[in-house]
Structures are given as C-alpha cells and as structure tokens.
C-alpha cells in the first residue's frame, strides 16, 4: 500500500493536479474514444510542465507503479491507459507557437491536431501540417507509429516533418532528439521515435514540426459512392488507375453505412472514395473523370481548405465512446485482386453491426521516395492502409462483431503485407513483425538503451513476447488489458 502523504507530497510538488477515482474529472480524463476500454487506473497526473513529467516518471518508479501516459486518447486498444497504476495525462500541455519565417510549428504534446488546424486557421497564413484525418486524435501517439495525412503523398508521412521531439526518458533526463543530435544515442532514440510506435521511449513533451504552403489555398475535396454489388468492377479498376495518379492526389476508399440518394432520412450501405487534390479545381476534377464515368450512386465536389476540411471530415469516423475493435493492414500495389474483393464484399455482407465500417488511406507517393532507413516507419511501399473498425453498441455483442472482425482480416492477411502500430491490435498474431518488419531488431537494442529495465512496458510494447492465443473461440481477454504480468 501506499503511503497517503506521499501522494500529498508529490501534489505540492506539481503545477498540475493528481485525479483520483470518484472525482468526476477523473472519470473525465479515463473516457477514451473507444468506450470498450473500461480501465481504472490509481490516480491520475494531469502534468502541467516538464517538471511534472520528471517527477511523475520518478514517482512511479519508486514506489513500483505501472505508467502509462494519454495524450488523445484515441488508441484502438487503450494502450494510454492501465489497471491500478498511475496514468500519466498531458491534457494540460497544449502550447502550440508559429515560426512564420522556419515554417516550423513548436506544439507540446497535450495538443491534437484539432488545435492545430484552429491554431493555423486563425494565424490566416495558409500554412498546414501533416496531420492526422481525424482532428481529436493527440499528436504524440499519431507521429510515433508514422502518421498518414491526407497530403502524405505529396509531403511524406508526419513522422518525415518532424525536426525535433523533446522527450523525457525513464532516467528523468530531459533530451532534444533531432537527426543532427550531436550525441549518437539521441540520435538514434530520435529514429526510433519515428514510426517505432508511442509508449516506447519516454514521454514526448514537445515537437517542432515543420508546416508547408499547399500548391493551393483550397483545395479539391470530393465524396464519391457505389453501390456494392458494383465493388469488383470498380475496386478493379481503381486497384490499376491509382498507378497513374500524380503525388499531389489521394483517393482514400470507405466502406460502410451513407446516406440513401433516394431517401436521405435513411441509410444504405455502399462503398466508394474520398478524394483531395493538392492543386488546381479543375485539374483535380480532370483527373477524377474516369473514376465518375464509371456511373457512382452520388458525388460531391468541394473547394475547401485542407484544415476545414479535416475539422469536418474526421467526426465521421469517430467511434464515439460506443464499443470497437479495430484491425488494419498494409495492402501493397495492385493488392485489389479480385480474390482479395471477394473477401471485402462477403465480410460487409455479413457485418453483425450497421456501425461498423472500413476505411483505407491511400499512400505511395513522397512517402515511398523517402529511404526506407531514415525512420523506424517500415511500410514505406504500401499503397493502401485498410483499417476496419467494428462498432457496436450492447455489451453482448461482443463476441459476435470482434470475431467477425477478427475472420475478416484474417482472410485478407494474403494480401497484407503488414500491419500499422496506430491502429495496434491485441489479437494479431506476429505483431512484432508485421508492424516493424526488418527494423524490430535495431528498436528492440534502442529500448533496452533507453529503458534497460523496461518499465514503460506493455503488452504489445517492443520488447513484449506476448502473442495472442489465436485458437477458437477466440481468448478476448487481451482486449481487456494493457499490461501482461
């Protein structure tokens, strides 16, 4: 047990607030996206500066508690949050500075993107970031397992706009990682911290991230939708037309519940694109024409710019705080196969829950012409990032949606040539591999560097040899967790 004047102590110690439960901004600050996710820490931090990190991180150690930190909170299996120990919130630290002449954005990491695209909106100087679709997603966890953006094909990943990441380690040093570093292991934790995944390496505390001038102030943005019994036609030509696409165009694919042209009161589902163009209106709606001359139930073209329009695409696919498993996977070129189709129309077919849906990014572009070595991003030659989120809004049906779930990826694991950390999955088997390929053995030696003891462990952190029991029925107890003892 603890002793009670220690917690009092380390109050008087922060800038920020200890929550603990009963409190209703602890119940507050344990609600995530995912509303699955039922974990009770301790108490919980809500850090106001650096110096709460430190003391926070040395806290835990000395009196063996389990830590874990939340930035946004959007992690698919909960991972910013644990049983019993002590949750580390950075909600607090949401400073974001503008260097107009750099082009560099200085953003602590209690931030999600949503501030920053108001923050630069405001600011009236068209610059934007590489950030994520969803604007509540915190940008800690997004830039550490890589971070798509919808411009990605025309500026990299997240991660390839990264300067500089301050983090403080388990020894309670504070570091300025940067690729120029001058001290080899700060260099080397700065590579791993790019695309190596969140929870890792420490508690990353502020970046500077590097903004752009898009070819345009608006840009084009379009939804396109098809019937389903339409997907192999058109998924077949799509999987060959996206090869001829410039970089400074996205065709993202979503499959799931839209509007009825007929009856826009109702629901029906369909499939289709959601395409934005870093350049010129017409020349976007040119380059979209014989995906339209395919015949689409409905389409809506948009000038609009890429803030404003991530403010309000990303609401769509929010999960909500009803209940989700989610699974995804990196698809290479020309991955649409009709036998990979098949599997894609037999599965939302037979969705348990109108809820659920599937939604890919589409990638390539800049991001494959940056060397493969220069991050711990391992996937720089995907080309499509299916993720599958299964919704549901009854306890009791579980089993039924996360199996279903499950089944579905599973059958398309043919056609993976991956899987994606921000959309960690405790049900995967081989997660090691999949999510970091070739690069899991140099991450694995900058952990043991950076946390010799590994105490920011958890079940599927690197170092973990936890692996799923994938035998039916499956063990959904993994689900449930963050940690394996």
């Not at 572009?365 to 809004?393: C, M, N, Q, Y």
Request: hydrophobic fraction near 40%; glycine fraction near 10%.
């Amino acid at each position: 047990m603890m002793d009670p004047t220690d917690l009092a102590a380390l109050q008087r110690r922060l800038s920020g607030q200890i929550l603990l439960p009963g409190e209703s901004a602890y119940q507050s600050a344990v609600a995530i996206d995912n509303g699955r996710v039922q974990l009770r820490p301790r108490f919980i931090v809500q850090a106001n500066s650096t110096q709460d990190v430190v003391l926070t991180l040395q806290f835990a150690q000395q009196h063996g508690l389990r830590l874990t930190t939340k930035g946004g909170g959007h992690s698919a299996a909960g991972y910013s949050l644990n049983a019993g120990g002590i949750v580390l919130d950075l909600s607090l630290m949401t400073r974001i500075q503008l260097d107009i002449d750099k082009r560099v954005v200085k953003v602590q990491m209690g931030a999600r993107w949503h501030d920053v695209y108001v923050y630069l909106i405001n600011a009236n100087t068209g610059l934007i970031p590489i950030g994520g679709g969803c604007p509540t997603v915190g940008i800690p966890g997004f830039m550490q397992g890589g971070g798509y953006s919808f411009v990605s094909r025309s500026y990299g990943l997240s991660v390839d706009n990264l300067l500089a990441i301050t983090l403080v380690t388990v020894d309670g040093k504070v570091r300025r990682l940067s690729a120029d570093a001058a001290d080899v292991g700060d260099r080397d934790l700065f590579w791993a911290c790019r695309g190596g995944g969140g929870g890792n390496w420490g508690v990353a505390v502020e970046m500077e991230i590097c903004v752009h001038y898009p070819n345009t102030e608006k840009m084009l943005t379009g939804g396109i939708r098809f019937a389903p019994e339409r997907a192999h036609e058109v998924l077949s030509f799509y999987n060959e037309w996206v090869e001829s696409l410039p970089n400074e165009m996205a065709v993202y694919g979503i499959w799931g519940q839209s509007p009825d042209p007929s009856n826009p009161n109702a629901q029906i589902q369909t499939f289709g694109f959601t395409a934005i163009y870093n350049g010129d209106f017409q020349e976007g709606a040119k380059l979209l024409q014989p995906l339209l001359e395919l015949g689409p139930l409905t389409v809506s073209l948009n000038q609009i710019t890429l803030p404003e329009f991530e403010l309000i695409n990303g609401a769509t696919t929010l999960v909500g705080n009803r209940s989700a498993y989610i699974r995804a996977g990196m698809m290479p070129p020309g991955a649409f196969k009709p036998e990979a189709i098949e599997v894609f129309e037999r599965f939302m077919a037979s969705a348990p829950s109108k809820d659920s849906f599937i939604v890919w990014t589409h990638a390539g572009g800049h991001i494959e012409e940056i060397p493969d070595s220069s991050t711990a991003f391992a996937h720089r030659s995907a080309r499509f990032v299916p993720e599958l989120k299964a919704i549901w809004t009854n306890p009791q049906d579980a089993r039924a949606n996360i199996e279903w779930a499950h089944a579905f990826f599973e059958a398309l694991q043919p056609f993976f040539s991956g899987a994606y950390v921000n959309y960690i999955d405790p049900l995967l088997g081989s997660w090691a591999q999949r999510y970091y390929l070739d690069h899991y053995p140099r991450l694995l030696q900058i952990k043991q560097q950076c946390d010799p003891n590994n105490f920011l462990a958890f079940q599927q952190g690197v170092g973990s040899l936890f692996e799923p029991d994938l035998s039916q029925p499956l063990d959904l107890a993994p689900l449930n967790r963050t940690c394996v003892e």
